[in-house]
């Protein structure tokens, strides 16, 4: 069912930046497919935010970092299993920037994420051992925002976790479909679906 934003909703776009999309480090297959669409949805909302992952160089995702290592293997890390990626979205460095296309002009707020070397990130409200926070969540609270519409990249990573930890949160979660694009590695994409349906997290197609 089409939801129509009001003014306590916010459009929290999640990563979209070059390192994500054609010719970048870790590209999401039709990534390019969404600049469109997240601009449209964005003139229909009161508040915008952005994430954006942020890495130094050298950073402990980075499969490069680990000897041995390649990149979509996993280690062990104190904080539980991780991903190995190939290095991505390097602070200061073009990768990392928004993409081209995304107009960024109407957001309120960009929470970078993933910049501490030895832990890595995915949602937009806890990095990735799962309590070190953003402040995302004292930013929507303190301005009233209370339902999250979420879009961007990856649908089943920083997408998915973005999308759980909102619930997980109390906030009303909406996620809109199109607007997304999945890595879909060794079957993530349909464990964030699962794992986004069994948080109550609705899935739209578009907007009313
Ligand atoms: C992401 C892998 C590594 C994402 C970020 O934005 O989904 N995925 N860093
Ligand atoms: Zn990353």
Redesign the pocket.
Known sequence: MPIQPGDDDLLLV??VQSD?CAGGA?AVADGDAIMPVINRLAGRFSHVALTQ?WHPAGHS?FASSHPGSAPFGTIEMPYGQQTL?PD?CIQGRSGSAFHPELETHRAELVVRKGFRPAIDS?SAFYEYDRRTPTGLAGYLGERGLKRIFIAG??TD??VYYSAVDARQLGFDTVLIEPACRA?DLAGSLDAAWTGMAAASVQRVSDLA
Do not use: E, P, T
């Open positions: 999640i990563d994500f870790l992952d995702s990626w991505h995915y990249l990856a990573f920083c890595i």
